[in-house]
T-cell receptor
């Protein structure tokens, strides 16, 4: 069975600080990886995704994530956060094909102006 | 594109009654829809997967007689919580996927409160 762990539950950063949110998954086969964001009062939106190819994936709003197969990781990064990045971030994994997506427990990011 | 709506956004019902939540894909045909439950400060828990025209596949531990899912068309799936209890109070979120896509598009969620 696939599982996803996000080690940071609550992160507080000042504006312009760099961000890295950890995500590790457990599944030995081919995976599709996602980061979703949920802004306060809004629904989940896709931030970026990895299916294959270049392991460094760029998403919306300056976010990027790197798939490191040997570490089973897909960490989310942003070089300089803004107050508007305050949200909850979910890592998710799908084990290829059209199987279900498993979500991590989420990381609440609070950016202080 | 790829917009998913849910109705109602909030519902309060009395214990023992049933409540239906609708999930619609507004601008695409959703061959697969998913229903999730999100507890406070926790992640999304997949309840069931439904494919148009066939019975839903429920995750382990989810009572299919209590959470009835119907995916009658390519744009509509419904979740009916039967004989609701206060512990069914939660945030229910649906998502939809169209044929050939791995991505899921999420609805805004429905807050159910059972009194």
């Amino acid at each position: 069975a696939q599982s996803v762990s996000q080690h940071n539950h609550h992160v507080i950063l000042s504006e312009a600080a760099s961000l890295e949110l950890g995500c590790n998954y457990s599944y030995g086969g081919t995976v599709n990886l996602f980061w979703y964001v949920q802004y306060p009062g809004q629904h989940l939106q896709l931030l970026l995704k990895y299916f294959s190819g270049d392991p460094l994936v760029k998403g919306i709003k300056g976010f990027e994530a790197e798939f490191i197969k040997s570490k089973f990781s897909f960490n989310l990064r942003k070089p300089s956060v803004q107050w508007s990045d305050t949200a909850e971030y979910f890592c998710a994994v799908n084990s290829g094909g059209y199987q279900k997506v498993t979500f991590g427990t989420g990381t609440k990011l609070q950016v202080i102006p | 594109g790829a917009v998913v709506s849910q109705h109602p956004s909030r519902v309060i019902c009395k214990s023992g009654t049933s409540v239906k939540i609708e999930c619609r894909s507004l601008d695409f045909q959703a061959t697969t829809m998913f229903w999730y439950r999100q507890f406070p400060k926790q992640s999304l828990m997949l309840m069931a997967t439904s494919n148009e025209g066939s019975k839903a596949t429920y995750e382990q531990g989810v009572e299919k007689d209590k959470f009835l899912i119907n995916h009658a068309s390519l744009t509509l799936s419904t979740l009916t919580v039967t004989s609701a209890h206060p512990e069914d109070s939660s945030f229910y979120i649906c998502s939809a996927r169209f044929r050939g896509s791995y991505e899921q598009y999420f609805g805004p969620g429905t807050r159910l409160t059972v009194t």
